[in-house]
Structure formats: structure tokens, C-alpha cells
């Protein structure tokens, strides 16, 4: 059974459509990351995964249940979110942020176990941080600080855990970072990873398993990085005419855009925007 | 066992009942709380003995057991004990709500009495005492009303995404602007003789109060603090802003909606009680926040450092200016008023470096 899918949700905010009709499963002990063009309702597919935004029609089920239905404890017990946006209140310390991750298993007279301890030990340890305990995170770098945030993520001990653009905003040493980290926890931890990512050749390095989603809100294409990562799928959903070319260093499928940036007629359809003029990226 | 690691954590941890219970303690906020605890007491030695009838503590102890004389019952418990509890609770109730109020805005200006609601709480007293002609529990409760209709209005009209951050705070500001003027008028259309018991109501008043509104008080507090420090946890976690807040397993909206209505409750509570007392709700959270360097709103000292602001404040109006009665809002106005001024030079300071 797999633990976390969503069954023909309808997505939206205040009135606008971003999906329909989406079914996606995420196999369990997978690294999964959704790829899609900008506004395809990837972030908004996690954040209904996460049950931070309710589906307007559908369901999200997790082991088997409605996530609904669960106690907003319960699901923060078996899934932990990365969102993109955070806010660190001023003049907290790393120790303390992380050990934020600890409350759903905290109660109101419970609130420091030898659990939380060895659980926020654990966190600061795999993210590399556990130097940086006493320091205030205000200042820290940006890369410093997503991976305090992932921190906290890690400390509750979930065994699913959702990463909003966890590299997006960071410069691309700690962009490697975060995804080997991330890699360490799928492999070696044994955590399910759903992620949302922009950069197709990170995503075709890193995931087990990926689902690629067209702008509306529909899947175009769900398996290995081999088998959806092609030509045709990144023409056909990002508009981009491209070469395919195995990884040198992984194997695994990178994407090289072509020059001109657009598929001229007769070769695969694009988004019709005209020839030379410059994408938008994926 | 081997020597503990290195605390990662701030704070002190209490382990009670074999470990079934544990607490975290900031030894920071301890200090506070304990040094404001101890200057309400010492204000209220100080209110009790000193004033125009002194008296001796051993005069005191004999009229809380009902042994003292007839002359020294009227003073104590008719005159100053009302007006000590009123300063400690009406100072803590407002100290809280402001604590609430500004972290669930995330904004250090979202107090009651910025977000419009304490003018509104005046223009429900106004229209009891101007047009209505109540009396006092009248005006209680009109104050009691017009301060919730005021707060439900305002959050109303910032309601989605805007309960957080600025456009609460500017549509209190500017829903508080009309019913300031509101009052204003009120005032001008009375005859003399209200329209001075109006003003009076609005100077906020600690003394001319009796046990009615002590007990009205005393429960409210029963009531709403306890909601209060039982979601302080869930408060400190939607600072981290409501998606992470979420994913942690706070329900949101239902803690925000409770919060809020906590809040209000106690400033609506404290204000009918005491009438507008300005600034407290504003500066004694900020207050204990920054004593304590806390990352958290801490509640306990806030409500600590507000009683202690306000049974001084009233004791120094008192008893400086004797035998001239000034209304406590004066000194809360002239303390807070510097906090304010303080706040926003550093704010201004800081975003311009």
C-alpha cells in the first residue's frame, strides 16, 4: 500500500484553477520529485499533499486514510514539510529552532524528553549544523540556514518528508549539498522524499522517481528519470527543444537545450511563442 | 551514565514526577518575572500603608482578618485594596493581550489599543453614559460591548490573509481614527455634567472602582488566562509563519480564532473594568520581551511586567500628585509614550542601515 497519494484533486486559490482532476502517487522508499513549468501547480500539489491547502474536490490519503480526517498532530507525526518560505523569529538560536521540529510529539507537561533530545541530536548531526547550536540564526548564510530549516524538518522524526524548492536561492555548491544530504536521507535513512524542484538535470540525478507535470495541471509523465526525462516530454511540457545526453559524471539524463531555443515547424510542438525569442525557462 | 552533551537547547529543564513531566524554564525569563513580581508587592506594601490615612502593616493584617477598626476597613478595603487588585489584574490582562495580539500580527504595534479596539471600547462606554445614561455597570458593559463589536469589525475586515502583519494594524488605526472623532462628538453633544463624567471615564481610572468590578475581573481572568498559556506553545510556533506552523500540526486557523478571541476578551475585560488605559498593551509585552531576549512571546512576564507598570504607575500618580488625583492613563501615557518614541527611532535606525 502505498502510504501518501492524491485522487483526482482539484487544486485552487481564491478562484483560480491551478489543477484538475490530479492523481499522483508517491511510492513508498522513493525519492520523488515533481517537475513542471512555472504555475503547473507543483508547490500547490505539496502544500496538498502536506495538508497545509485543502483540495476543492479529491482526496489526499495517507496510509490509507483521508489526511483530512487525521488530527493535525497525527499527520505532523508521519509527514514533515520544508516549506519555501519561512520566518526565523529574531534572536532565536539554531538549538532552539530546530528543537521547534520536536512539537507534535511534546505535550503541554511533556515538553523535553530524552526522545526530543536525541531526535534534535540526530538532525544537527546529518544537516552538519550541530556547531552552529548557540548561534543566532539571523546570522547565518543562506545555505546555512536551509539547512537548519531541513534540520528541524529532519527532528520530527517523520517517516515522509515534503521539500518545497529546498535549492532554490542558493548558490550551487550548497545547492549539491542540500540534494546529496537529501540523497544520504533516502538511501541511508530510509525516509520517503517528495520534492518539488526547478532544475531537470538535479532532479534526473537525484530522484527515483519522477512525476512531471503539464502547465494546468495535468501529469504528463510519471517514471525513472530515464523514462521521463526525453526529448518529446521537455518539448512538449516546457517548450524547449533539447538534447538528451546521459549524465558523465551519474549516467542518468541530462538536458541540453538546443540552439535556437525554439522548435521550428515540422519538428516537435511547441508553445507557438516564435522562434528567437528567448524561454522562459522550466 | 556519561556526562550530558552539551545543552543544545536555551533554557533550564525541569523534570518533574519521575520524568513524566517536563518543563523548560528560560532562567532569563525567571529573573524578569521575580523582579517584577517583586515590585508589585513592594507597590503593594507601599499603596496600602502610605497615602493621606497611613497605616502600619501590623494594621493592615488585622483588617484583612476582619479585626481592624471601622476607620482603617473603610480605608483598606473599601479604598485601597480594590484599587491594588484592580492595578495587578487590569495591568496583567492587558500586558497579555497585548503580548497576544502582536505576535499573531507579527507586528510590535498590533496592540488593543493601536488596533482600534480600546477607542472602540470608549465609543460603547460614550453611548451608555452620553445617550443611554447608565451608570456605572451600564457603562461597563457598553464598554465591554462597543470593544468587542470594535475587534470583531477590524478583524472582520482584515480577515484571509490579512489577520497577519500590517493591514490589521492600519485598518485598526484607521477604523480607531473615525471612532475617535465618534467619541469626540459624543462628548460636545452632552450637557455639562455628562459630558465631565465622559471625559472622566475616558482618562481611565483605577480608584472609584469597587469589588463588583474586582470579582467581574477576577473571573474574566479565570476564564481567559488559562486558554491563554495553554496555547503560549502554539503562539511562540505560528511565528515561524503558518505553513511551517501547520506542518508542525497546529491547526491555524482554530488557534489563531481562539487566540484572538482570548485576547480581546481581556482587553475588553480589563477595559471595562478600568476604563482605557493607554499604552500598556503595547509596551509591556515589548517590554519583557526584550528584558527576557526571548524568541518567544513570554506571557507570564509580560502579565508580570504589566501589573508591575501599572500598581506603579498608579502609585506614583497618587501619591506624588496628592492630593490632585491624577488618572493612572497619565503615567501609562508618559511611559509608554517614551517606549513608543524609543521603538521607533531603533526601527528607523535599523532600516536604514
Given at each position: 500500500m502505498t502510504r501518501l497519494l492524491a485522487q483526482g484533486v482539484t487544486l485552487g486559490y481564491e478562484g483560480r484553477t491551478v489543477a484538475h482532476d490530479l492523481s499522483v502517487t508517491v511510492p513508498d522508499d522513493s525519492f520523488t520529485v515533481i517537475i513542471g513549468p512555472n504555475a503547473c501547480g507543483k508547490s500547490t500539489l505539496l502544500a496538498a499533499l502536506a495538508r497545509v491547502l485543502t483540495p476543492a474536490a479529491g482526496s489526499v490519503l495517507l496510509d490509507g486514510r483521508e489526511i483530512a480526517g487525521y488530527r493535525s498532530k497525527e499527520v505532523a507525526r508521519r509527514l514533515g514539510l520544508l516549506p519555501q518560505t519561512a520566518t526565523a523569529p529574531g534572536g532565536i538560536t539554531v538549538g532552539d529552532l530546530v528543537a521547534r521540529g520536536r512539537y507534535p510529539h511534546q505535550r503541554l507537561l511533556r515538553q523535553w524528553s530524552d526522545a526530543d533530545e536525541v531526535a534534535v541530536a540526530e538532525a544537527m548531526a546529518l544537516t552538519g549544523v550541530a556547531d552552529l547550536a548557540p548561534r543566532l540564526v539571523d546570522e547565518l548564510s543562506g545555505g546555512q540556514r536551509q539547512r537548519v530549516w531541513i534540520a528541524m524538518a529532519l527532528a520530527q522524526e517523520t517517516p515522509i518528508l515534503l521539500l518545497d524548492e529546498p535549492t532554490t536561492y542558493l548558490d550551487i555548491s550548497t545547492q549539491v549539498d542540500v540534494l546529496e544530504l537529501c540523497a544520504r536521507l533516502h538511501a541511508e535513512v530510509g525516509r520517503t522524499l517528495v520534492a518539488v524542484l526547478h532544475d531537470l538535470n538535479q532532479a534526473a540525478r537525484y530522484a527515483t522517481h519522477l512525476v512531471a507535470l503539464r502547465r494546468g495541471g495535468t501529469v504528463a509523465a510519471t517514471g525513472t528519470?530515464?523514462?521521463v526525462i526525453t526529448e518529446d516530454l521537455v518539448g512538449d511540457v516546457f517548450g524547449l527543444a533539447c538534447r538528451v545526453l546521459p549524465d558523465p559524471e551519474t549516467g542518468t539524463p541530462m538536458v541540453v537545450p538546443r540552439r535556437p531555443l525554439r522548435p521550428g515547424p515540422g519538428a516537435v510542438a511547441g508553445r507557438g511563442v516564435g522562434d528567437g525569442v528567448p524561454a522562459v525557462g522550466g | 551514565m556519561s556526562a550530558p552533551p552539551a545543552p543544545r537547547v536555551t533554557g533550564r529543564l525541569l523534570r518533574l514526577a519521575g520524568g513524566r513531566v517536563s518543563l523548560r524554564v528560560g532562567p532569563r525569563s525567571v529573573a524578569v518575572g521575580a523582579l517584577a513580581a517583586a515590585v508589585v508587592v513592594l507597590g503593594a506594601l507601599v499603596s496600602l500603608t502610605t497615602g493621606g490615612f497611613p497605616l502600619t502593616l501590623a494594621e493592615i493584617g488585622e483588617t484583612l482578618v476582619g479585626q481592624g477598626s471601622r476607620s482603617t476597613e473603610f480605608v483598606v478595603l473599601t479604598l485601597r485594596l480594590p484599587r491594588l487588585l484592580l492595578a495587578v489584574m487590569v495591568g496583567g490582562a492587558l500586558a497579555v493581550s497585548g503580548a497576544v495580539l502582536q505576535s499573531l500580527s507579527r507586528n510590535p504595534l498590533g496592540s488593543p489599543d493601536v488596533i482600534?479596539?480600546?477607542t472602540g471600547a470608549s465609543t460603547g462606554a460614550l453611548v451608555a453614559i452620553v445617550l443611554l445614561g447608565a451608570g456605572t455597570l451600564g457603562t461597563s458593559v457598553g464598554a465591554l460591548v462597543g470593544g468587542v463589536v470594535t475587534a470583531a469589525a477590524v478583524v472582520a475586515l482584515s480577515a484571509g490573509r490579512g489577520t497577519q502583519g500590517l493591514r490589521m494594524v492600519l485598518i485598526g488605526i484607521g477604523i480607531g481614527a473615525m471612532l475617535l472623532s465618534v467619541n469626540g462628538w459624543l462628548v460636545t453633544t452632552a450637557v455639562l455634567q455628562t459630558a465631565v463624567e465622559a471625559q472622566t471615564w475616558l482618562l481611565g481610572d483605577l480608584g472609584n472602582r469597587g469589588w463588583p468590578q474586582v470579582v467581574a475581573l477576577a473571573v474574566a481572568l479565570v476564564v481567559l488566562l488559562p486558554v491563554v498559556f495553554a496555547l503560549a506553545r502554539a503562539l511562540a510556533l505560528l511565528e515561524l509563519g503558518d505553513r511551517p506552523a501547520?506542518?508542525?500540526?497546529?491547526?491555524?486557523?482554530?488557534t489563531r480564532t481562539v487566540l484572538l478571541i482570548a485576547a480581546v476578551g481581556l482587553a475588553a475585560a480589563a477595559t471595562a473594568a478600568a476604563g482605557?488605559?493607554?499604552?500598556?498593551?503595547?509596551?509591556?509585552?515589548q517590554i519583557a520581551r526584550a528584558a527576557t531576549r526571548a524568541a518567544t512571546p513570554v506571557l507570564l512576564?509580560?502579565?508580570?511586567?504589566?501589573?508591575?507598570l501599572l500598581v506603579a504607575g498608579d502609585l506614583a500618580v497618587t501619591r506624588l500628585f496628592a492630593p490632585v488625583p491624577l488618572p493612572v492613563g497619565v503615567a501609562t501615557g508618559l511611559i509608554g509614550g517614551l517606549y513608543l518614541v524609543v521603538l521607533l527611532v531603533r526601527t528607523w535606525r535599523g532600516s536604514t542601515t
Open positions: 528519470p530515464e523514462e | 482600534g479596539f480600546t501547520g506542518a508542525l500540526g497546529i491547526d491555524v486557523g482554530r482605557p488605559i493607554p499604552f500598556l498593551a503595547l509596551a509591556a509585552p512576564p509580560s502579565a508580570l511586567v504589566g501589573a508591575a
